[in-house]
């Protein structure tokens, strides 16, 4: 048991689920319809785990030799198993075995359901297969990066995600649409040997087996998200995992202490300042006030609103920069105090933070203005005499 009493990024590890009788315990998947985790070992054994108890509530389902992944269909009615030159459908409802999809001197490595159409990756020959599920036969290939390890595709499977478990973590991006590589995104050493993912409204998590992190993937900009601490997965060499019901915690797999470790999936959002309010004199120039407790995570995709009772109180608007700045410029001819509201929203779902305070501006004599003109204007009258002897 683990508690990182720190502020976010670092992580809470709430729980454990005990596998005793498992042998080398492997891929996990969940089942949102049917609320239900499933978890696999090598030696053909497919189990299912009650979400509410963390305890396994069935016997185990042999399936095909060499198992390594479990895909579950949207609807959750199926569960697909990848095996050795083989994938087995699991009837989800029932627990019994549908049929048996045969991959003849193919090894799939990852498995994932897009636009109807079943992408198996293999690992020995850097290749996505793109396999139509009725005829159960070969429509398309896509060549990827070395070791691809894991399948996932976007929420509106426009978008397919390829793991490769290489030191500088890579992953591709592949445009369902086209079935072609549109980018990879690199981890530039932050996540080391990436292999399992998945995905919380619109962030992707991936587990990275070389160095115990999970990174964090922004899927609007396929860019990674970084902060200040790593974020851990509780244990070395994380494997597979998946996220709660709930969108709230991931199932974390460390296949070599046979354990599947409960993270709580931290909150990325800053809190705004409460002690904002601000005096400045109509006269001075652009005012920048940093308005945030915590700094933001590079790549996060937060959005500000600001709002102000008093807009002609200001020559600019009251902005907030990327960094957490709020930006604005006192208008010269008003004086008064403004109330000004902020708002964050992160299009992931992880927060949203509101506050309110007043800026005062304070009108300044003509004569202090006056003076500043005068000044300018005599400095650049000495400049031009200068420059004529």
């Known amino acids: 048991m683990i508690d990182f009493s720190k502020p976010s990024p670092f992580i809470s590890l709430d729980d454990q689920i005990n596998v005793p009788g498992f042998r080398d315990i492997g891929p996990i998947a969940i089942n949102y319809a049917q609320d239900e985790l499933y978890v696999i070992d090598n030696y053909q054994s497919f189990y299912v785990v009650d979400t509410q108890t963390n305890t396994i509530d069935s016997t185990p389902i042999t399936v095909s030799q060499y198992p390594n992944r479990i895909f579950v269909s949207k609807d959750g009615q199926t569960i697909f198993v990848c095996a050795k030159y083989a994938v087995t459908m699991i009837n989800a409802e029932r627990k019994f075995i549908e049929g048996t999809i045969a991959l003849e001197g193919i090894d799939p490595y990852g498995v994932t359901f897009a636009n109807n159409k079943l992408y198996v990756a293999e690992e020995n020959n850097d290749t996505v297969y793109v396999i139509d599920p009725i005829t159960q036969s070969i429509r398309n290939t896509i ?25 500088e973590g890579l992953i591709s991006v592949i445009d369902t649409a086209t079935d072609t590589v549109k980018t990879t995104i690199s981890l530039n050493g932050n996540g080391k040997c990436p292999q399992g993912m998945t995905i919380v409204d619109s962030t992707l998590f991936v587990a990275n087996s070389g160095d115990g992190t999970i990174s964090r993937i922004n899927m609007m900009s396929n860019l990674e998200i970084i902060c200040q601490s790593s974020l851990l997965s509780g244990d070395q060499r994380p494997e597979y995992l998946v996220s709660s019901t709930n969108g709230k915690q991931l199932y974390v797999v460390h296949p070599d202490d046979e354990r599947i470790m409960i993270v709580d999936i ?4 800053p809190t705004i300042k409460k002690d904002l309010d601000h005096s400045v004199f109509s006269d001075e120039r652009e005012q920048s006030i940093f308005i945030l407790d915590t700094d933001i995570c590079e790549n996060q995709p937060l959005t500000f609103t600001v709002s102000t009772d008093k807009p002609e109180l200001f020559s600019m608007k009251p902005t907030i920069s990327t960094s957490g700045e709020m930006h604005y410029q ?30 005062t501006i304070i009108a300044t004599g003509y004569k202090l203005s006056l003076k500043k003109k005068e000044e300018v204007q005599f400095k650049l009258m000495m400049v031009m005499k200068t420059s004529q002897h």
């Open 143 to 167: 060549s990827v990066n070395d070791y691809s390890y894991y399948l996932i595709a976007s929420p509106d499977e426009s978008t397919l995600y390829v793991s490769h478990c290489v030191n």
């Open 266 to 269: 931290p909150s990325t959002c």
């Open 330 to 359: 006192p208008n010269i001819k008003n004086s008064g105090k403004a109330q000004v509201n902020i708002s964050i929203t992160d299009p992931a779902g992880y927060c949203s933070a509101s506050e309110s305070f007043y800026i």
